[in-house]
Nanobody, 123 residues
Framework: QVQLVDSGGGLVQAGGSLSLSCVAS????????IGWFRQAPGKEREFVSA????????YYADSVKGRFTISKDNAENTVYLQMNSLKPEDTAVYYC????????????????WGQGTQVTVSS
């Protein structure tokens, strides 16, 4: 089982940037995808971005495309989410997740989850 620790959240003004990190420990299988999801109060958990562990194929939600960039460092077992041009509607708890998923946007398919990190964007 993979253990994940996500960090890097904080309070930022609209238009600002934050970088989230997700450090994985335990066995990372080549078939794994690492995803970032977010959940705002009273809303469902939604897909943000994902990256395949082996091929570094990246995926983005339309709402963040062009503003967020996902990347990874295999040597450090770390996935990053660089968030630029942040908007108040990006405010949420952000979670990283890992699993051998079929549909990267479906959070139920991910087996391991980080504890979440709060991102707050003020207007």
């Amino acid at each position: 089982q993979v253990q994940l620790v996500d960090s890097g959240g904080g309070l930022v003004q609209a238009g600002g940037s934050l970088s989230l990190s997700c450090v994985a420990s335990g066995r990372m299988f080549s078939s794994y995808t690492i995803g970032w999801f977010r959940q705002a109060p009273g809303k469902e958990r939604e897909f943000v971005s994902a990256i395949s562990w082996s091929f570094s194929t990246t995926y983005y939600a339309d709402s963040v495309k062009g503003r967020f960039t996902i990347s990874k460092d295999n040597a450090e077992n770390t996935v990053y989410l660089q968030m630029n041009s942040l908007k108040p509607e990006d405010t949420a708890v952000y979670y990283c997740a890992a699993g051998a998923v079929v549909k990267v946007t479906t959070y139920q398919e991910y087996r391991s989850w980080g504890q979440g990190t709060q991102v707050t964007v003020s207007s």
